[in-house]
Each structure stands twice: as C-alpha cells, then as structure tokens.
C-alpha cells in the first residue's frame, strides 16, 4: 500500500463549481498534512496546512482532516481556470520531518 | 524565497553532478527532493544544522551536504539514465521533533537530463 494515494484524475469541473480533491494515507502517527499546487513545469506551492480533524478554510480552499479514517481532502469553491493544476497531497512522516507526497491529482476547470 | 541552481542540466551517463540550493532567509532546514514526469516528488534527504536528519530510499551515489550559510548542494555520482527528473530542493523552520511542521517553501528546480 502506497503511504499516500491520490486518484490522477484528471478530475475536470466546470468554472464555478466546487472541486473536491480526496487523499488517504497509511501511516496513523502523522500529525501534519498538506496541500500543494503544481502548475505544468513550475515547483509546488503549499496552499494550505492541517493539523486537527475537521474543517480549515481559507479564502475559496477548505482542507478537510479525518485521523479516524485516514483521509484528507480539499475542496475548492468557485472554481477558476487558473485553478487547473496537479494538486499533491502530503504529510509529515514518521521520524521528523520528512513530508511524503502523493502522485498528485490533476484538475482541469473549463471556462 | 528559496533559488536553486543551475536551471537545466544535460549530463552524460557515469558523469557526476552538484546541484546548489540557497534556502530562504531565516529556515534552517533543507531537504530535497526527485520528481520525475508525471509523479509526485520522492524525498532524497533532509539536512538539519549541516547534519543529515534522514534519507529516503536513494542509493549511496546521491549525497549532500548542508552550509553554515543554509545553502546547500546535492551530489549525485555515476549518472544513470533513470536520475533524469526534476530535482527540487524545499526549505523550512523546523528541528528534529517537537516543533510543528509549517510546510515546505520550494525552488524553482534544476532539470536534469541524462543521456
């Protein structure tokens, strides 16, 4: 098992809608989750940071935990065509701070 | 923000490289990372205070070292075909433990071609 699995996608939404991003993961002691935004050729840009279970929203980015279940998502509202991008889902590692990150997820919002 | 150098890179294989990173003002971590197409990036090591703070699942060949300055460099001997990928290096404020992660701040990258 993958220690974080994101689907490819591309998950394709119209402009305006809500994108929902979903990641699971395997190992139960992380304490620390992130979101990235890859755009084509350029590096990732941390987009959000979770730490608790529930809900941190900021601006049209909800990030979702649940330590129970394993899971971590991210939803985007309203979303815009310079939304589309690879979005990478990671999380701290056992032993410090080694951040694992997931295949990405690729998102296309049509105008 | 966080500059790495060079951009691109065309080695042959067998051939060594030194990739350079300079962190952000203030972070005393770097760590850096193999992305290869289509992929998410896969964790090289980590250096914390000039010491390594943990590896991934990289041979011997790729090795690094860490400045007073919090610059640092990544080493990679005896090129293969398979290191072509973009190498990103990430700074951040953080210790051995303890303290919360805050996330990564990334380079712009160093495209490596080996052929």
């Known amino acids: 098992q993958k220690e974080v699995e994101q689907n490819s996608g591309p998950l394709s939404v119209p402009e305006g809608a809500i994108a929902s991003l979903n990641c699971t993961y395997s190992?139960?002691?992380?304490?620390?989750f992130f979101w990235y935004r890859q755009y084509s050729g350029k590096s990732p840009e941390l987009i959000m940071s979770?730490?608790?279970?529930g809900d941190k929203e900021d601006g049209r980015f909800t990030a979702q935990l649940n330590k129970a279940s394993q899971y971590v998502s991210l939803l985007i509202r309203d979303s815009q065509p310079s939304d589309s991008a690879t979005y990478l889902c990671a999380l701290e590692g056992t032993g410090g701070f080694k951040t694992i990150f997931g295949a990405g997820t690729r998102l296309f919002v049509k105008a | 923000g966080v500059t790495q150098s060079p951009t691109h890179l065309i080695k042959t294989r067998g051939q060594q490289v030194t990739l350079r990173c300079s962190s952000q003002?203030?972070?005393?971590?770097v760590s850096w990372y193999q992305q290869a197409l289509g992929q998410g990036p896969q964790f090289i090591f980590q250096y914390y205070r000039e010491e390594e703070n943990g590896r991934g699942n990289f041979p011997p060949r790729f090795s690094g070292l860490q400045f007073p300055n919090d610059s640092s460099e990544l080493n990679v001997n005896a090129l293969e075909l398979d290191d072509s990928a973009l190498y990103l290096c990430a700074s951040s404020l953080g210790s051995t433990g303890g303290s919360l992660n805050y996330g990564y701040t990334f380079g712009s990258g160093t495209r490596l071609t080996v052929v």
């Open positions: 003002s203030g972070h005393n971590t």
């Open positions: 979770i730490y608790s279970n």
């Open positions: 190992d139960r002691v992380s304490q620390s």
